[in-house]
Every structure is written in structure tokens, then in C-alpha cells.
């Protein structure tokens, strides 16, 4: 059964890089399957989409955020990873991970970022 | 890219019916299948329809959804509706590589 697990800093200050990695249990990440996917959610409002890889390193952006945004895959680790430069108040948020074909699932359980100097 | 518009929230009764509505602001909604997402609070969300109206193993049949292309909007629709369905629900389609979401209708159940 497939399990994802976020992981890094829960507070990051202004101006610089939210990262964070998913870790994949339960199956590979070289999978063709799925793509792997962010999605974040702010404190009291909806779901928004980040971006999403897949497993031969092609990446697929929101255009909103895409000027800040890198994710990348780690087959080694079966961890994939998502990079969010120039953070701001406006950018804390439960961040999620996600398996995804056309819809997500699994996700992850989330994990809190708040961008605070 | 396109839009998904869901109401802000509805209520309604226990043993009642409810109906939520999603529609796409451009392009055919029935061009790219339709998901709901079922979040209660401080947890992630959980899949309840795929495909337009597909229901995933574990999720009641009270559940259930339907796309119209006369509106250009999906729909949930879910029945004999119980205190637990209480949440927030979510649509959620894709089109070339573009994951959308609706922004989110809070059911209160009351």
C-alpha cells in the first residue's frame, strides 16, 4: 500500500527557500503509474495545486507559482522534493505530497509551513 | 487554463439529500474526468468520487456523482446524509498536465 510522508522545516523566514521532500513507502517512485505531486492549502482556505514530477525528471508547474518553484525526484531515495524560493507571509500553508494519476491519492498527512522572521 | 467555481457552503438535514455544484469556467467538462475530495478538519483529504462518478472501495454509496454538459458543471450528491459527512468536499479535474481544484464547499449537517 502506498504511503507518502512530508518532512522539513516548519518555519522558514522571508525571503528564503521553503524546502521539503516526500518520502514513498510501499512502492517506487520509478513507478510509470503515477506523477508525484505538491499541493498546499492555507490556513482556513482551499487546496492549490504546486506542481508535479514525473518519474523520468519531467516537471509540470502551476503557472501562478512557477517562477518560485523547483521539484525534483531522488530515485535513490525514493524521495521527491519541492523548492519554493523568495517565501512570504502569503506562502504559509499546510503543504501536502501526492500520488496522482488524474486525481491524487494518496496523499500525505501534511505538514505546516509558516514563513515568520 | 480553466476554473472550477464550487458554492462557498450548503447545510442540510440529517436523512436528507444534498447536491454540490462544480463548473468549469472554459473548455467541456466532460473533456477531463471530474474527482471530489471528502477533508475534514486537520486531516488530509480522501478521494470519494473519481472518473465523473466512480466510487473508491470503502466509500458509501450514499455518495455519488454526475457531470452535465448543459451547465458545464459536475456534481456531487450525496444522500441520506449522516452528521459524519459534516467536512469540507472539494472538486479537482486535469487537462494537460494542470491539476485544478475548486475552491471548496463546506457542508455543515444539522
Known amino acids: 500500500q502506498l504511503q507518502l510522508q512530508e518532512s522539513g522545516p516548519g518555519l522558514v523566514k522571508p525571503s528564503e527557500t521553503l524546502s521539503l521532500t516526500c518520502t514513498v513507502s510501499g512502492g517506487s517512485i520509478s513507478s510509470s503509474s503515477y506523477y508525484w505531486g505538491w499541493i498546499r492549502q492555507p490556513p482556513g482556505k482551499g487546496l492549490e495545486w504546486i506542481g508535479s514530477?514525473?518519474?523520468?525528471?519531467?516537471?509540470y508547474y502551476n503557472p501562478s507559482l512557477k517562477s518560485r518553484v523547483t521539484i525534483s525526484v531522488d530515485t535513490s531515495k525514493n524521495q521527491f522534493s519541492l523548492k519554493l524560493s523568495s517565501v512570504t507571509a502569503a506562502d504559509t500553508a499546510v503543504y501536502y505530497c501526492g500520488a496522482a494519476g488524474t486525481w491524487f491519492d494518496p496523499w500525505g498527512q501534511g505538514t505546516l509551513v509558516t514563513v515568520s522572521s | 487554463n480553466f476554473m472550477l467555481t464550487q458554492p462557498h457552503s450548503v447545510s442540510e438535514s440529517p436523512g436528507k439529500t444534498v447536491t454540490i455544484s462544480c463548473t468549469r469556467s472554459s473548455g467541456s467538462i466532460a473533456s477531463n474526468y471530474v474527482q471530489w475530495y471528502q477533508q475534514r478538519p486537520g486531516s488530509a483529504p480522501t478521494t470519494v468520487i473519481y472518473e465523473d462518478n466512480q466510487r473508491p472501495s470503502g466509500v458509501p454509496d450514499r455518495f455519488s456523482g454526475s457531470i452535465d454538459s448543459s451547465s458545464n458543471s459536475a456534481s456531487l450528491t450525496i444522500s441520506g446524509l449522516k452528521t459524519e459527512d459534516e467536512a469540507d468536499y472539494y472538486c479537482q479535474s486535469y487537462d494537460s498536465s494542470i491539476w485544478v481544484f475548486g475552491g471548496g464547499t463546506k457542508l455543515t449537517v444539522l
Open positions: 514530477i514525473y518519474y523520468s525528471g519531467s516537471t
